[in-house]
Structure formats: C-alpha cells, structure tokens
C-alpha cells in the first residue's frame, strides 16, 4: 500500500472513530467498561453486551487507529517527506498520545464534561494533522497548482488567513457544542428561543446560545470565502472546496434543527457531529491544499495599497 494511500484510510478511520464517539456519548454508554483502563470491567475482552460492547468497539477501533497512526509515523520518517510534513508528523504522534492519555482520565473520572471536549477538540486536531499529511504527501497535490493569481501575490497569504479564521470557529463551535452535550444542556434553548425570550438567563442557555453564534458566525464566514473566490477570482479547485464547505453547512443547518425538534433524538444527534466534523474535515482541507501549494517566496515590493485592494 502506498504511503498516500495508507494516510487517507488513516483519515477515513478517524473520521468514522469521531462519529462513534458521539453515538458512545448519545447512547450514554461512556461507563459501559466501567472506571477501569486499559481493561474493561476487569477483562480484557469482556461479555460483549449492552453498554459494554459500544465501549470496548469505540476502544478497539482507537487502538487499532493507534497502531495505524505509530505505522504511518515510521512510514514518514523512511520517507522523503519535507520539513513542514516531518514536523506536522511529529505533532501527529504527540496528539495520539496526548489524545489516549485523556481517554484514560475521562474513563477514570467518570466522564467529566470538560475533558470529554477537550479529548473531541484534540480527536479534531489530529484529524487535521492527518489531512495535512494527506495532502503534502499526495504526488498529485504536489503537481495541482492553484492559479497564479493568488499563487504570487500576498492574495495567497490572505486565503490562508481566512481559512485560519473559519477553521478556527468551527473548532470553537464543536468544542462548545460538545461541552453542552456532555453537560446535557441541549434543550436548554428551543429553536428560536430560550425559555421565555430570545436572551439567554441561565448558564445552559448562555452557552446553548453562544453555541448558535459560532455556528452562525461560521455559516457567514463561509458564505462570504464562496462570494470572495468568485469575485476575487481564487480558482476552480479552492472555489469548489469552498461550495461543498457550504454545501455541508447548509446540510449541518437542517440537521441541527431536527436535533432539537426531535429532543436530540440519537440519530439524528450523531449525524449532527457526523456533518460537524466532514465540515470541520473540507475547510481545514482547503486551508491544506492551499498551504501545500504555498509558493517558496512572496514579492516583498507589494504595496500597502495593493495589499487592501487584493
């Protein structure tokens, strides 16, 4: 298997890991091993039933992504990679370990609302390592040019930065909603209000609303990257990564609302974090194949004006 390849099952793992992690988490089935790790119940194959086999499947799919992480980790080393793909390599492996330090701690804690976030917001991060990895490792993306318009121009530094931007809020936005989750303060708002004003009084509705913004702010932001790479002319490639981005928004949007309809019905909340993540996954792709195709060097000579009408 090529080294390509084996990254993008790596993704794809990932990706259904984080999905499974939130049916583990709607089905309430976060304790079904118990407070003990590695083993579970005292076993190291437990009776696999009930709560117990959610758990310990969501546990060997994580060491068998372990496993196929530490591989691709020893395939990077023995391959010609570049220095940016080496270190990012790098970061990988710390987060894997970092990430099964906290599975550890939310199992022994007994699922505490703030590590079970921060264990997501680190499942995203190595997700986005991956693709990065993904990427700069494929010889295709290496030969894909964006158009030179915004390839040789301080037009590129500015996609990156909004990419930086939407990325960034859409972390935000998981992290938030997922603290909410585990804190069980989804219905804490109906859909267009909280209790009996649209202004949140309590702490579940303040974050319950806050939640919503991010999402809103992240729709916006999104919408606006699609009309900036028509009218700023950023290329076919980054212009339809850019519409599936919305494309997904528009289908978390519709997600969302039947979630709280349905009083967070577990389908229906695993396929929220399902469209969460692939919309986390195309934007933060995006801001990789645009990084990859990073140009060596930049003209120093562009002026200020330049700079703001670009």
Not at 93 to 98: D, Y
Request: aromatic share 12%.
């Amino acid at each position: 298997m090529t080294l390509n390849r084996f990254v993008y099952f790596t993704i794809i793992l990932t990706y259904f890991l984080i999905v499974f992690g939130g049916y583990v988490a709607s089905s309430e089935s976060g304790m079904g091993c118990g407070p003990e790790w590695p083993l579970c119940n005292g076993a190291v194959i437990p009776i696999l039933q009930g709560d117990t086999l959610i758990e310990f499947a969501h546990r060997v799919i994580g060491a068998v992504l372990g496993i196929m992480t530490v591989i691709l980790f020893i395939k990077l080393l023995r391959a010609q990679v570049d220095r940016s793909t080496r270190f990012v390599s790098w970061v990988m492996l710390f987060l894997l370990v970092v990430q099964i330090l906290f599975g550890a701690i939310v199992v022994i804690l007994d699922l505490p609302a703030i590590i079970v976030t921060a264990h997501l917001v680190i499942a995203m991060l190595f997700l986005a390592s991956l693709i990065w990895i993904g990427k700069s490792t494929n010889q295709m993306a290496v030969k894909e040019k964006i158009h030179s318009h915004i390839l040789n121009s301080v037009k590129h530094k500015i996609v990156i930065f909004h990419l930086n931007i939407a990325t960034t809020i859409l972390l935000l936005t998981l992290a938030v909603g997922a603290y909410i989750k585990h804190e069980s303060y989804g219905l804490a708002c109906g859909w267009l209000s909280c209790g009996e004003s649209l202004i949140p009084a309590t702490i579940p509705e303040f974050l319950q609303t806050t939640h919503r913004f991010l999402a809103i702010a992240a729709t916006l932001y999104i919408f606006l990257l699609i009309y900036w790479s028509y009218t700023k002319k950023w290329g076919a490639a980054l212009r339809n990564r850019l519409l599936f981005a919305g494309f997904l928004v528009l289908l978390q949007i519709i997600i969302g609302v039947l979630t709280v309809i349905t009083y967070i019905d577990i389908p229906w909340a695993v396929l929220h974090l399902a469209a969460g993540t692939a919309l986390f996954a195309s934007v933060y792709e995006a801001r990789a194949y645009v990084g990859v195709n990073m140009p060596m060097s930049y003209k120093p000579s562009i002026s200020s004006n330049e700079k703001f009408h670009s």
